[in-house]
């Protein structure tokens, strides 16, 4: 079973710093919640992310959301041959029961996180976790996978193609993709990456590499 990383995504609660700032405390009184159980959104929060650490990669969570629906909605996934993992920018991670399926509507999805970063787990009525979130680390997480090869994607990769690449995934692969809107892996996640491939000239979003990626995947082991 092979693995997928979104990392260092932009999925957090607004954080403290930001709590008191007229653009979230005017947002979170619209949606009737308090500001520390909001998800940090730039589409509402931009005048209070200006300058923040790490603009560009937070306050994205409508690009985790994409990337979470093209990888859940395909045969790799919904036959129990790969396992997703969303890894945070605040080293958090989700972890996700099998076969589950996350909210098509981003109203939704946005609820269901902010629960679960609030509960820390969401179960179904047998008591099985459908999501649950945990302090953890990049490494820490590979180290718990403990995956044979870690393929990750950045413009800064060596060149190579989407059919190459997946005849190099092997069934305790593990692949990598940057969970934010702009910038390159930390230092702390590309030292764990033991293949980096770039697909192209420009900067592609994650769910258009996943959807491409995994199909190429696929077609090694379905056909």
Request: hydrophobic residues 40%; neutral net charge; glycine residues 6%.
């Amino acid at each position: 079973m092979i693995s997928l990383i979104l990392s260092e995504s932009s999925l957090e609660l607004v954080p403290t710093e930001l709590k008191h700032h007229p653009s979230i405390i005017a947002h979170a009184r619209k949606l009737g919640k308090h500001t520390s159980e909001i998800l940090l959104d730039n589409s509402w929060h931009f005048a209070a992310m200006k300058g923040i650490e790490n603009e560009l990669k937070r306050g994205r969570p409508d690009l985790v959301h994409f990337s979470i629906l093209e990888a859940t909605t395909i045969p790799l996934y919904l036959q129990n041959k790969m396992k997703l993992f969303v890894h945070t920018l605040d080293d958090k991670v989700i972890f996700f029961g099998k076969n589950v399926r996350i909210p098509k509507s981003y109203h939704r999805f946005e609820g269901v996180i902010e629960k679960l970063f609030q509960k820390k787990k969401i179960t179904a009525k047998d008591d099985d976790f459908l999501l649950k979130i945990e302090e953890k680390t990049f490494s820490q997480l590979i180290d718990e996978i403990n995956p044979s090869k870690v393929i990750g994607f950045s413009t800064q990769g060596t060149k190579s193609t989407y059919e190459k690449i997946a005849k190099e995934i092997s069934d305790d692969t593990c692949i990598v993709l940057g969970g934010f809107q702009k910038g390159h892996f930390s230092n702390s996640i590309e030292n764990k990456i033991t293949d980096l491939y770039s697909v192209g000239d420009e900067s592609f979003e994650g769910h258009v590499v996943i959807a491409r990626m995994l199909y190429e995947y696929e077609k090694t082991i379905f056909m």
